[in-house]
Structures are given as structure tokens and as C-alpha cells.
């Protein structure tokens, strides 16, 4: 259908025969995200080698997850798969042309993204508060480290690979699910979307301290909001069903990712007493 | 909308069934970490089978990769498959090679 799409588009602006079929079959949009996909499952694929390398090289390897750990990380993987259901849902939706329904689970998908974001924050501040630090980030942040004593402060001591390697890796999907956050937010109601996020990241830059980990990563939410509405003045348009699949791409992505992290980062360091 | 959506358009039950068995994989993967009943080597091995499996049908299914067209299909796996696998050589051989550094000794490390 999309050759068809095409054609007809080419016949109705007096362009037939001007223009090849598509080679993939597909819009070029989705050509373009599933390139930008796969280029950045190298990223991915790059970090995790470089955490396996590390877990290799590094004998012994720390074992600091115990069972309220890996309980939390069950969670937000539960957490990913729901909001990839919902987000196919939501592509149904849009494919049948149900604005309200695409936003309903659109929003579902963000709920459990934030949902994702803010356990997995919790968890890095534990571990942050128990003594896990890079060495010398506190110091280039010219804050305060915090003073853990216990499993964690000697595990940043003695395999600084650990923190570096875990950090690395999770922050950098973090940033990818708040980018994926964002981006459904913009799809789902464009620019009554910007205020929101506007007031999520003033709030979070005020209300959190100097001293935790998130104060000065809170600022991506502002660098989201100005590319947001950059985005939105170029292209002012109600985000149709090709566009919601193409985001929905994007998601699913992030919970492939999650899908190999989990294991690796958290299972093959499991302490269970 | 293109063709394989609209065709798939009306087996929505298909997605909550890949739901269940993500969901279904992910409680095996815990259990085994819980009970540890494998060696480091041979756990990492199942979780790794386990996690292809689930991206497999996370993009087979949700992506929508296996109703595309078969040239984008093969393009898109063999290409990044092929990367992972000059990656692996790359990066596995290096590592078993290194010696084991001496530091690692304390509290909350593997023996």
C-alpha cells in the first residue's frame, strides 16, 4: 500500500513515473528511523561489549545487587514491556484513526516511561547515598561525595571499573527513555505539551539539591523543551498515523535495549543471601 | 498505512500473547538469578539466549519488522549482526588476554 500511496501521490501531483518505487516498501520516514535504529544499536552494542569486556577483564567482579535491587529492575522492565503494549495499542489507534484512544495510549506509554525514569533514579541515588561513585565526579561537580562506608564505597574503591561501566551504560539509556518520553509527549499533543514540560523541568531544577546526582542532568528536560518547540514551529502539523508508528519504532527500541541491560548489568551481578 | 499494518490490523490478540511471554522470559531470567543453580559462564550464556529471544519478538512483533518487506528485513539483521560479530572478535579475545588486575579484593566482590 505505501508503493500504491506513492503512486497515487505521484499521479495526483502530475508527477507519474517521475519518481521510483520505493526500494524498502516503506515510507521514508520509517527508512530513516529504522537507519537512525540501527546505527544506534551500535552505540548500545559498543557500550555493553565494553561492560562485558569490563566484567572479563575484571576478576573479581562485584556482586552489589541484592534482592531489593533486583526486584526494583523487575519492575521497571515490567515497566518497558506494558509501555510497549500500550504503544502498539496506541499505533492501532492511530492507523484506525482514533485520535482520542492514540492519545489515551500514548500517554499510558509516557506514564510508564516516567514510571521507568523515576525508579531508576531512585535506585542510582541509593546507590550514590551507599558510597557507588565515579571516581572523581563529585569533585569535577565541586560537590560534597557522599560519605558511604559500607559494600558500595568499597567497590568504588577497589573496581572503579564497576561504577564507571554501570553508570555509563545505564545513563546513557536513561537519556533515551527521557528522549522518548519527550518525543511521545510532542506526537501526542504537540504544543499543549511544552507548558507541561516546561513546569516539570523548572520544578525539578529547583526542588533538587546541589548535591544529588540529577541537579545539573534535570537541564536536559530544558534542551528537550527548545528542540521540542523548534520541532513543532517547523512543523505545526497534527502528527498522523505514519508518525505515531515511527515514535512507536523509537519505543520499542529503548525496551530492546533495556532487554539486554537487565540481564547483564543486573542478573550477572546478583548477591541473593 | 502500509500493507502488512493493514493486514495485521485485526490480530491485536497476537501482541498481548508476545506481552505474556516477555513478561513470562523476564520471571525465568530472575528466577535464575535468584537461585544461581548455573556457573558465571554458563548463566551468562542462557541469559543471553534468553534476552535474543525477547528482542526477537520485540522486533519481529511490536517493531513490525517480520510483516516488512523481506529486502529491509535481511538488510537491517544482517547488517547490524554482522557489526556485533566484528565487535565481538574485537573486543572478547582482548579481554580473556589481559591479566585479571590485582585490585578487586574487598567487600562486595565475587570470589
Known amino acids: 500500500m505505501a508503493d500504491a500511496t506513492l503512486q497515487h501521490n505521484a499521479v495526483a501531483h502530475g508527477a507519474s513515473g517521475e519518481f521510483e518505487a520505493p526500494l524498502f516498501g516503506a515510507y521514508s520516514k520509517k527508512v530513516g528511523m529504522w537507519l537512525f535504529l540501527a546505527s544506534d544499536s551500535l552505540t548500545f552494542g559498543a557500550l555493553l561489549f565494553a561492560f562485558s569486556y569490563n566484567r572479563i577483564y575484571t576478576n573479581p567482579w562485584p556482586t552489589p545487587f541484592h534482592a531489593e535491587s533486583i526486584a526494583n529492575a523487575t519492575v521497571m522492565t515490567a515497566c518497558l514491556l506494558s509501555s510497549s503494549l500500550t504503544m502498539v495499542l496506541g499505533v492501532f489507534a492511530a492507523q484506525r484513526g482514533d485520535r482520542a484512544w492514540t492519545r489515551n495510549w500514548l500517554l499510558a506509554t509516557m506514564i510508564f516511561g516516567t514510571a521507568f525514569i523515576v525508579l531508576h533514579g531512585m535506585e542510582w541515588s541509593k546507590l550514590i547515598g551507599e558510597g557507588l561513585s565515579i571516581p572523581g565526579f563529585f569533585t569535577a561537580l565541586g560537590v560534597a561525595k557522599p560519605a558511604g562506608t559500607g559494600e558500595m564505597a568499597e567497590i568504588s574503591k577497589n573496581v572503579p571499573q564497576f561504577p564507571q561501566a554501570f553508570f555509563g551504560l545505564t545513563a546513557m539509556h536513561m537519556l533515551h527513555v527521557t528522549i522518548g518520553v519527550i518525543y511521545l509527549g510532542v506526537v501526542a499533543f504537540r504544543k499543549w505539551f511544552l507548558p507541561v514540560l516546561a513546569v516539570i523541568w523548572i520544578a525539578g531544577a529547583l526542588m533538587i539539591p546541589a548535591d544529588n546526582v540529577f541537579h545539573y542532568p534535570v537541564h536536559a528536560l530544558g534542551l528537550g523543551l527548545v528542540i521540542a518547540a523548534i520541532i513543532l514551529f517547523l512543523k505545526p502539523k497534527v502528527y498522523d498515523a505514519h508518525d505515531v508508528e515511527i515514535c512507536g519504532l523509537y519505543w520499542h527500541f529503548v525496551d530492546l535495549v533495556w532487554m539486554f541491560i537487565f540481564p547483564l548489568v543486573y542478573l550477572m551481578s546478583t548477591k541473593i543471601t | ?111
Open chain 2, 1 to 111: 498505512m502500509h500493507d502488512a499494518a493493514a493486514v495485521h490490523d485485526d490480530s491485536k490478540g497476537q501482541y498481548f500473547w508476545v506481552w505474556g511471554a516477555l513478561l513470562v522470559l523476564t520471571a525465568v531470567e530472575v528466577v535464575l538469578a535468584y537461585k544461581q543453580v548455573f556457573q558465571a559462564a554458563r548463566m551468562l550464556e542462557i541469559l543471553m539466549i534468553l534476552s535474543i529471544i525477547k528482542s526477537a519478538l520485540i522486533i519481529g512483533y511490536f517493531m513490525h519488522l517480520k510483516f516488512e518487506k523481506a529486502l529491509m528485513r535481511w538488510m537491517l539483521v544482517i547488517s547490524v549482526t554482522a557489526c556485533f560479530i566484528i565487535m565481538y572478535f574485537f573486543f572478547f579475545p582482548d579481554a580473556d588476554r589481559v591479566q585479571p588486575p590485582p585490585n578487586g579484593v574487598g567487600v562486595g566482590v565475587n570470589s
